[in-house]
């Protein structure tokens, strides 16, 4: 009885002219079912970059090249004001120089580190905590040559020639840092602002002659040349540093990301000697 009923209508749907309103009354009877109906099945949500989640631990590692200044306006100070000759005991010089000023040494070179931190995501935007430990390897080195000559009384003069050195190393350093970013889907860029704490080993020399001069009219002619006491400082320390920086963070899979980050660090002085490193880097981490 179903099976002809059904036939019937499938006929009377079809038959010239009395198709379509009977399809149409037939579609205008049928509703879909609304959620909580039986029958309604939910369509899965659409994905899509905007999904990304960034939460979460992280780590990774990375290479990098770092340019490093070491200014040492003051690693000399005191330096001037003790000068004596390298007699037993050591005779003082019959005058005295003044602050001397170092020359800065610099370096650059290629190092390497490693990264590991934590995210949160809070609405549009990610922060978090990351710590970076950079193997350096940094050594900069200079020297800077003196020469004075004190005006001639009574016909002698006294003069000195000297080499002021100093040096600067730095194994390496780490930096714990805060990070905030606003991620656009699987691009995430940010900034940095953290604490740096390092290693150093500072050091200064000034070694050099004092001249003895007999003086007719413009003519000096040299009497004498006695080597000078050499005087050297060196200080082992760890020092303190900030650090500010920007990078941008890629994932290409959901667990594996990319990173390119520039970032600047200030360190405290180490006898009379400060190190501003200017480091940009490109590394692979693993999200968990």
Known sequence: MRLAARLTVLTVALAPGAGYSAIGALAADYYPPVPGQSGYHALPPASGPQDFEWGGLYGGIYASYTAADFSATDAGVGFGNNITLATTPPTPTTFSVGPITFAGPSDSRANFGAFAGVNWRWDDVVIGLEADVNFAGLN?????????IEPPSSGVAYGITAVGANEYKMNGYGILKARAGMPIGRLL?????????????ASASFTGTQ??????????TVTAVDPLTP??????????????GAGLDYAIVDNVMLRAEYQFVAFDKI???Q??????????GVKY
């Open 189 to 201: 860029p940010y900034a940095t602002v953290g604490l740096a704490i390092g290693y150093a080993s």
């Open 231 to 244: 005087q050297y400082a060196k200080k082992d320390s760890w020092i303190l540093g900030a650090a500010l």
């Open 271 to 273: 006898l009379g000697q």
């Open 140 to 148: 900069g080195k200079s020297s800077t040559n003196y020469s004075q």
């Open 211 to 220: 001249e003895t001069y007999s003086v007719a009219g413009n003519v000096y």
């Open 275 to 284: 190190a501003t490193l200017n480091v940009v880097k490109a590394g692979i």
